[in-house]
């Protein structure tokens, strides 16, 4: 578990950053999608949880990528 906080708090390649910050978006589009007032069509509502997830997903790979694999 401790490797896995280590590659976490480890800096992270500026196109990885650029990838986070995507997913971060996508993430936070699924969501508002998900949770929108209104009601949508049942399509649009499973487009929009498979985008949270993909976000979640690339947010998360791109935040434990590091430069080096020594650790």
Excluded: C, E, H, W
């Amino acid at each position: 578990m401790k490797k896995i906080i280590n590659r976490a708090t480890a800096p992270t390649p500026k196109f990885f950053k650029v990838l986070r910050t995507v997913g971060l978006a996508l993430a936070a589009v699924g969501g508002t999608i998900l949770t929108a007032p209104i009601a949508l069509p049942v399509i649009v509502t499973t487009i929009g949880g498979y985008v949270a997830v993909a976000g979640g997903v690339l947010s998360v790979a791109s935040q434990l990528t590091t430069t080096d694999d020594s650790k």
